[in-house]
């Protein structure tokens, strides 16, 4: 029996199926083992930690002792690196390629009060030698202040966003990415302001 062309496609969607699978539950298994099961009570605001692993240009996983802790940095958006969208995905590399300097390296977690999302990521900002990173990624124009919530710092990272944005620092050089960023501000504002 000669294979056809119906045989060859199945045999392809299978294939790709089968990638797909896998590498989700790749995925999967590695947000599972990055834990956020520390005691609360034993964090605290300017815990010293080291970075373990970028997930990307807004989520790191940190080591606290022994417990590996998943962090989403409070107040940052940064463009997805695994994008298909030409667009944003080098915006997204860049971003990642940041925080990857600062794998191995001791940094501190800082926050207001200690919060969760609901993915039960830690919400923190992330200090190295006492600067706040993600006041610096957006100073550099590596990432947007995300302002869909409020958080403590929002007015000193709007005012850097506002530099950057004047200065065309990073993502504010590109006319595309940047058309996209302020739609995505809008969109925060817009579901802030009918409290989403």
Known sequence: ????????????????????????????????????????????????????????????????????????????????????DPVEQPHGKTATGFLETLRNQPVELVFDELKYDSRKRLLAYLHKDGRDQGEVMIEKGLALAYTKYPFGRLSAYAAAETRAHQERAGLWADRRIVERAVGLKALWDSERRRGE
Do not use: C, N, W
């Not at 060859?8 to 797909?20: C, M, N, P, Q, R």
């Open 1 to 84: 029996m000669r294979p056809t062309l119906h045989h060859l496609y199945i045999v392809v969607v299978a294939l790709l199926f089968g990638a797909s699978l896998f590498f989700t539950f790749r995925v999967v298994a590695l947000k599972r083992s990055v834990s956020t099961a520390a005691s609360p009570q034993a964090l605290k605001s300017g815990q010293a930690a080291t970075l373990v692993t970028v997930l990307d240009g807004d989520e790191v996983s940190v080591r606290v002792v022994t417990e590996r802790i998943h962090v989403r940095i409070l107040g940052l958006y940064a463009f997805d690196p695994t994008t298909a």
